[in-house]
């Protein structure tokens, strides 16, 4: 079985300044890794993704995640948020189960960006 | 080129009735995954159809069910409706059924039951 926690559910940031979001993983087999956005009323728009290869993967609009496989975490972070970032953030795994693609979605954390 | 489509975009229902949602997957596309949104929730795996093949299901009772057509576009019935039924139903779709394999979601479809 896999599973994925994301600890803040809401996390109030001021424009500009530097975010975090948390989020760690549990599974027996090897996991990809992703992180997917949420705008109010829409579908879900893949942010980043972790597959293989380096540990630290980037998105076109700033943000980054790094895979750590000791601590079974793959945390978002972004150095400077701007107002446009607010919205529902997803962390996902997904891992082979019984021969099809199963993908396991955290409960999601709302990032609001302050003026 | 389109991206994922889902019909209706919104759906009220009452309990006990039954609905069916759809989705169109991307070009080329062939494999088609199915998830409830409660909210404040993340989504749940409910189905995924490869090759017009169920390949995986959640743990949802069997008053959910799909299929796949020829032209890999799928329909998701929900049979009953229960007031918890209520959810944003999302459609992906993706080239492959492999874990790798990236899931392109389509804007939803939101369900309410009275």
């Known amino acids: 079985a896999q599973s994925v926690t994301q600890l803040d559910s809401q996390v109030p940031v001021f424009e500009e300044a530097p975010v975090e979001l948390r989020c760690n993983y549990s599974?027996?087999?090897?996991?990809?890794l992703f992180w997917y956005v949420q705008y109010p009323n829409q579908g879900l728009q893949l942010l980043l993704k972790y597959l293989s290869g380096s540990t630290l993967v980037k998105s076109i609009n700033g943000f980054e995640a790094e895979f750590n496989k000791s601590q079974t975490s793959f945390h978002l972070r972004k150095p400077s948020v701007h107002i446009s970032d607010t919205a529902e953030y997803f962390c996902?795994?997904?891992?082979?189960?019984?021969?099809?693609?199963?993908?396991?979605f955290g409960i999601g954390t709302k990032l609001q960006v302050i003026p | 080129d389109a991206g994922v489509t889902q019909s209706p975009t919104h759906l009220i229902k009452t309990r006990g009735q039954q609905v069916t949602l759809r989705c169109s997957p991307i070009?080329?596309?062939?494999?088609v995954s199915w998830y409830q949104q409660v909210l404040g929730q993340g989504p749940q795996f409910i189905f995924q159809?490869?090759?017009?093949?169920?390949?995986g299901r959640g743990n949802f009772p069997d008053r959910f069910s799909a299929r796949q057509f020829p032209n890999y576009s799928s329909e998701l019935n929900v049979n009953a409706l229960l007031l918890g039924d209520s959810a944003l139903y999302l459609c992906?779709?993706?080239?492959?059924?492999?874990?790798?394999?990236?899931?392109?979601f389509g804007p939803g479809t939101r369900l309410t039951v009275t």
């Open positions: 992906a779709s993706s080239v492959g059924q492999g874990s790798s394999y990236e899931q392109y």
């Open positions: 996902a795994v997904s891992a082979p189960s019984g021969g099809y693609q199963k993908v396991t």
């Open positions: 159809y490869y090759e017009k093949e169920e390949r």
């Open positions: 599974s027996s087999v090897s996991v990809y």
């Open positions: 070009s080329g596309h062939k494999s």
